[in-house]
């Protein structure tokens, strides 16, 4: 029996952001499923110690540097993915990043790079990948969100703009590529526990909180571990032909206090 019956035997999964956090699970979940994998981001360091490691586990892995501010790594990255571990089957878009400012308050030039990071940067290399898969028929993009695109949080502006894009390129394109092969599926995950943020100021952190806590938005102080995240993008994956799962949303659950009556 193939390995990922009813799939093909070989599904090559090229994953960015995988230098830490939920892409790096990602990468660790989907090799353990069989999975060949390449492992993409800007820290390469990062990235060949994680791939030395899997191989050392009997995987099959790669690390390719990736740029998704810089067109010609991003065109380079997808041209050396095929190249090393043949067709890719399978692209986890999870790069992201963050930052502490208001709309307003944001340098425009900072602005956009955030959304170049999100967001333009990811449909360029979904469309250098997508195209091969949907003249093979089939494969595999999943679009990693963020719940701040139904929950807005203050002083996120541009992150909150560029994932809010993310969805609808997501919904945009299963539209477009229903009867193809190739599956859109979009993952959203609540707070959790990454790098993302963890370079903010102890000032900027005082102050924003509150501006969250009265928004509603810190009902308690649970959160995500990346491979949570990561076994959702394994299963939306792994899901058999047809069956379709566009949308995952995973929250943290809230920790168990002493006093448990409802109340």
């Known amino acids: ?145 963020s719940d701040v695109v139904v929950r807005p949080r203050p002083h996120m502006a541009a992150y909150v703009a560029a994932k809010a894009g993310v969805e609808g390129l997501a919904a945009a394109m299963r539209m477009e590529l229903e009867g193809t092969g190739v599956r859109i599926g979009m993952v959203r995950p609540g707070p959790s526990s990454t790098e993302q943020g963890t370079d903010w100021s102890e000032e900027t952190v005082l102050h924003i909180i509150p501006v969250w806590e009265r928004w509603g938005l810190l009902r308690h102080d649970g959160a995500l571990l990346p491979t949570n995240v990561a076994d959702a993008i394994v299963a939306m994956v792994s899901a058999p032909k047809g069956t379709h799962l566009t949308l995952i949303e995973v929250q943290p659950e809230a920790p168990v206090t002493p006093d448990r009556s409802h109340r």
């Not at 029996?1 to 999964?13: E, G, K, L, Q, T």
């Not at 099959?60 to 041209?79: G, H, M, P, V």
């Not at 956009?112 to 940067?121: S, T």
């Open 1 to 145: 029996m193939p390995r990922f019956d009813p799939h093909p035997d070989r599904r090559p999964a090229l994953i960015t952001g995988a230098s830490s956090g939920i892409g790096a699970a990602t990468a660790q979940a989907l090799a353990a499923a069989g999975h060949p994998v390449i492992l993409t981001a800007r820290r390469v360091d990062r990235l060949e110690e994680l791939a030395a490691k899997l191989v050392a586990d009997g995987a099959e892995a790669t690390a390719i540097a990736l740029d998704l501010t810089d067109d010609a790594s991003i065109d380079a990255c997808a041209t050396e993915a095929a190249e090393r571990l043949g067709p890719i089957d399978v692209v986890v878009a999870n790069a992201g990043q963050i930052s502490s400012s208001t709309a307003l308050a944001s340098d425009p030039d900072e602005f956009a790079r955030l959304v170049q990071i999100n967001l333009l940067g990811t449909q360029r290399l979904l469309a250098r990948l997508g195209p091969a898969m949907v003249e093979r028929g089939h494969g595999d993009l999943v679009l990693v969100s």
